[in-house]
């Protein structure tokens, strides 16, 4: 699933920050403005800052600045606004850049690795479709070959077999024998061209 | 051995398997099966020579004059084309497919309007000239040509010389896949009984 798409899942998780903020916002102005504490109920704060952050990142950092301006607002309408006020807007943005960088981090090694993983399997399907084609183009060819010439040998166990039928069937496998020989050549210049460790005298080998 | 063409005429396209040893002799069956319905046949040939392939004919009694060749083995193989041969077209190589393409699009012309088949001998040797990519597209600019001018058509192929792949797209191509080994294996259960 790719991050933006429109699916029941992300609608969802939008659902539960709409939630939570209003939880927030509730909390900011029952607890603090009207039971006139700033105590504990902050710590709820961060439910909702590290699940923007996971989910969205850096954009997390707009709730927590929202967060952050409620706090300074109902703290100056209490007149309680001191460096605790400070340190505890502080603690939001820096948590949320945290969990924001670490799961950007987490989420980019992630698709990393699968697109990793998806090449690695699409040079095994390229391999084996290669495989395949050699199979085709030598192996049965080859046995081809072999059925042709015992049809060949079993003209012999007739009455006498023409002898310039079985001299333009005999040609006519050569000619094939030789292509297979071709195409074999062909196929082993591709895999040492592939291949940079294979060693200069097996090289030649394969190519001669 | 009578090979079942009945439906030849509904069904125009075919898709022939045999074994290699018996490759000539079912090429033979299905020449005198089609003659003797009165086909004009044109027989593609990759695989043995022209030259060959007529002289099996006569030897079975089939009248040569129903049948003409496109020969894509013999210049290859011998270097040139034998003299005597004007009822035939020869061809390269079996790897040009572009001059084959012509001559089959020239014969499939000349025959417009007669009851003609094209008979393709075959499939399997052309994989030692071409990648099955081609071979693939090949038979189906053949099929969908023989479909154009309403002439029929059978490819025949070594049995076990394709692999899955290649055997599922020509099965697509053509109307009909009949096993020669089985009906040949048929026949002699029946003679045995």
Redesign the interface.
Known sequence: MQRGENTPYTVHQLWVLIILGGICIGLEVGVHLFLRTAIGYTHIFYILLVLAAVWYYKKALWVATALVAATFLSSLAVGDFNWATLLRASMFLLVTYIVARISEERDRARSDILAQKEAIEKKHFALIGYLSEVTLRIKNPVKILRDNLLAIRMEFDGNGPDLDSVKMELSAQLAHTEQILANFQELNQQVIEEQSEIPDAYREFLTR | MQIDFSRLGDDKLFLVLS??????KNNSHIIHTLTGQGYRVVVITT???S??LK??YTADGIDLKKVSFIDA??K???GKAPPGQEDCRFINSPSNLTDLGIAITEVLNSLAGKKACLLFDSV??M???I??TNISKFIHFITSKLRLVDASGIFLA?E????P??LTQLTTYVDNTIDMDVILEGSNEKQVQ
């Open positions: 074994s290699a040893e018996r490759l000539k695989n043995q020579p030259a060959v002289r099996l083995i013999t290859y193989a011998l399997s040797t994989l030692i000239y990648p099955s070594v076990k010389g394709l692999d792949l290649l």
